[in-house]
């Protein structure tokens, strides 16, 4: 079994930053894709960041060039950095990874964060 734990979310201002984490525990052999989903009140999870092993990246049209998805491979690590926030980014953030073990991928999910952007 893996456990994904996020950390980092809260209430900001708009404009605001925030930097959101997930660190991945358990049986891990490699983690391949890690994802950053998120879900408002009343609507469906979305992806809002996922980036391979490699660091390539790719981001939703409404997040581009504010948030930035980075990861640590030697600590199992996601980040999202969220800049110039605003109401509409405000969610409940998850975290979820493609981890290999033996010979089979697995797909997990965090508990998720509530990120809340407002005056």
């Known amino acids: 079994q893996v456990q994904l734990v996020e950390s980092g979310g809260g209430l900001v201002q708009p404009g605001g930053s925030l930097r959101l984490s997930c660190a991945a525990s358990?049986?891990?052999?490699?983690?391949?894709?890690m994802y950053w989903y998120r879900q408002a009140p009343g609507k469906q999870r979305e992806l809002v960041a996922r980036?391979?092993?490699?660091?390539?990246?790719d981001y939703a049209d409404s997040v581009k060039g504010r948030f930035t998805i980075s990861r640590d491979n030697a600590k199992n690590t996601v980040y999202l950095q969220m800049n110039s926030l605003k109401p509409e980014d405000t969610a409940v953030y998850y975290c979820?990874?493609?981890?290999?073990?033996?010979?089979?991928?697995?797909?997990?999910w965090g508990q998720g964060t509530q990120v809340t952007v407002s005056t």
């Open positions: 358990g049986r891990i052999f490699e983690i391949k894709f």
């Open positions: 980036i391979t092993s490699g660091g390539i990246t």
């Open positions: 979820n990874a493609d981890v290999l073990w033996a010979t089979a991928i697995h797909n997990y």
